[in-house]
């Protein structure tokens, strides 16, 4: 859909809102299966050509994963479809307001690690920001940052697009659904999130309504898939990339890609994020790359860049 198509459907979604639909008195979380999930996953490994399920045992399918130097099961790594969908309490999916979706990184489940450990539900209710949540499961407890069926041209809109009915569902409000899916989409992607990011962004089908990338040390490879879409999206497009010292090689080569493409940026932390900008912050290189989420530059860094966003009236 275009942006005018997407203006226009949430303009309309607006006006077909309930009468006096009021914002959520309290936050509602749940985690929810998806038929557009990341996985499982039976295509091929893109720029590889190759199987991803690469491993057979009997009727029992796996993936050789060169970084942990084992065989991990579709059974028991790439078969969990659910997705973690969040509304903070004052939610109003008939306001102006974004979705934010997260994408974890290695090692980790949804529930141990983004919602008790990294807290990014609690993180987008207290940015300020009035934000929807979804966080997909990749491989479950691995070391492995593949996108699965988010490497399918097209498949993360569809993927945005049942986000819509699910939180429309935990919300109460039916009606909510088209309001929702006409929000603008920001990214946040940790660590191996980086993957399916650069895809989603890619290859991923929603250019109209993905205008925001947040990287938090989240920028390992696929730095020409980034560039391009910040320079064919120049203007209404941002990144903002903060990283530390292992990232920093990967954030150059970026930095190297927008030249090429004469594409501005800054250094440091802006008072705002503001649609055009491209920014790169590098924090203090003795942070830890696993509590970065919630010890960076400042405690909790999804809420304190995500309260930096100024949404315009829809």
Same mark, same amino acid.
């Given at each position: 859909?275009?942006?005018?198509?997407? *203006?226009?459907?949430?303009?309309?979604?607006?006006?077909?809102?309930?009468?006096?639909?009021?914002?959520?008195?309290?936050? %509602?979380?749940?985690?929810?299966?998806?038929?557009? +999930?990341?996985? #499982?996953?039976?295509?091929?490994?893109?720029?590889?050509?190759?199987?991803?399920?690469?491993?057979?045992?009997?009727?029992?399918?796996?993936?050789?994963?060169?970084?942990?130097?084992?065989?991990?099961?579709?059974?028991?790594?790439?078969? @969990?479809?659910?997705?973690?969908?969040?509304?903070?309490?004052?939610?109003? #999916?008939?306001?102006?307001?974004?979705?934010?979706?997260?994408?974890?990184?290695?090692?980790?489940?949804?529930?141990?690690?983004? =919602?008790?450990?990294?807290?990014?539900?609690?993180?987008? +209710?207290?940015?300020?920001?009035?934000?929807?949540?979804?966080? #997909?499961?990749?491989?479950?407890?691995?070391?492995?940052?593949?996108?699965?069926?988010?490497?399918?041209?097209?498949?993360?809109?569809?993927?945005?697009?049942?986000? +819509?009915?699910? *939180?429309?569902?935990?919300?109460?409000?039916?009606?909510?659904?088209?309001? $929702?899916? /006409?929000?603008?989409?920001?990214?946040?992607?940790?660590?191996?999130?980086?993957? #399916?990011? /650069?895809?989603?962004?890619? =290859?991923?089908?929603? @250019?109209? !309504?993905?205008?925001?990338?947040?990287?938090?040390?989240? $920028?390992?490879?696929?730095?020409?898939?980034?560039?391009?879409?910040?320079? %064919?999206?120049?203007?209404?497009?941002?990144?903002?990339?903060?990283?530390?010292?292992?990232?920093?090689?990967?954030?150059?080569?970026? !930095? @190297?890609? $927008?030249?090429?493409?004469?594409?501005?940026?800054?250094?440091?932390?802006?008072?705002? *994020?503001?649609?055009?900008? =491209?920014?790169? $912050?590098?924090?203090?290189?003795?942070?830890?790359? @696993?509590?970065?989420?919630?010890? +960076?530059? =400042?405690?909790?860094?999804?809420?304190?860049?995500?309260?930096?966003?100024? *949404?315009?009236?829809?």
């Amino acid at each position: 859909m275009t942006r005018r198509g997407l *203006l226009l459907a949430g303009l309309a979604a607006f006006a077909a809102g309930r009468a006096g639909a009021a914002p959520l008195a309290e936050a %509602r979380m749940a985690l929810v299966p998806f038929a557009n +999930a990341p996985f #499982p996953y039976d295509g091929m490994v893109p720029i590889k050509n190759v199987p991803f399920l690469d491993v057979a045992e009997g009727a029992r399918r796996g993936h050789a994963s060169p970084r942990a130097a084992k065989t991990y099961w579709q059974d028991e790594t790439y078969s @969990d479809r659910r997705s973690l969908v969040f509304l903070p309490a004052g939610f109003d #999916p008939h306001r102006a307001g974004v979705i934010v979706v997260f994408f974890h990184g290695n090692a980790a489940t949804l529930e141990r690690d983004v =919602v008790a450990r990294q807290h990014v539900p609690a993180q987008v +209710a207290a940015s300020g920001l009035d934000a929807a949540l979804v966080a #997909p499961q990749f491989a479950v407890d691995a070391l492995d940052s593949s996108s699965g069926n988010f490497w399918t041209p097209g498949f993360f809109a569809r993927y945005l697009d049942e986000a +819509a009915t699910k *939180l429309a569902e935990i919300s109460g409000d039916p009606g909510a659904r088209d309001a $929702l899916a /006409a929000m603008p989409v920001v990214i946040v992607a940790y660590s191996g999130g980086y993957n #399916p990011a /650069a895809y989603a962004v890619g =290859v991923g089908g929603a @250019d109209a !309504r993905i205008n925001k990338l947040i990287l938090i040390d989240a $920028l390992y490879a696929e730095e020409d898939r980034i560039a391009d879409w910040i320079a %064919r999206n120049r203007g209404s497009a941002f990144l903002f990339s903060a990283y530390t010292k292992s990232a920093a090689p990967n954030n150059a080569v970026l !930095r @190297d890609l $927008l030249d090429a493409r004469g594409v501005p940026y800054r250094k440091g932390l802006p008072k705002r *994020l503001a649609p055009g900008t =491209v920014t790169f $912050l590098a924090t203090d290189p003795d942070l830890k790359h @696993d509590d970065l989420l919630t010890r +960076a530059w =400042v405690p909790d860094p999804v809420a304190a860049v995500l309260g930096r966003i100024t *949404l315009p009236p829809r």
